[in-house]
């Protein structure tokens, strides 16, 4: 936990855009972790859309 963050008795929290970053910002105390951006979700979306609609 951040010790600003600590010391006020408020949760650390972090944005972590892949799975393998959010365990590392949790095993170094952050209190809350949210995992991926918008950029990948909706990167996924619109790849899971073409695949749905293109022929290759």
């Known amino acids: ?25 949790l095993a170094m105390g952050s209190t809350l972790v949210a995992v991926c951006a918008d950029m990948g979700l909706l990167r996924n979306a619109a790849q899971a859309v073409q695949k749905h609609f293109v022929q290759e």
Do not use: C, F, K, T
């Open 1 to 25: 936990m951040h010790p600003l963050a600590e010391v006020a008795n408020l949760n650390s929290g972090i944005l972590a855009p892949v799975q393998a970053d959010a365990e590392r910002y």
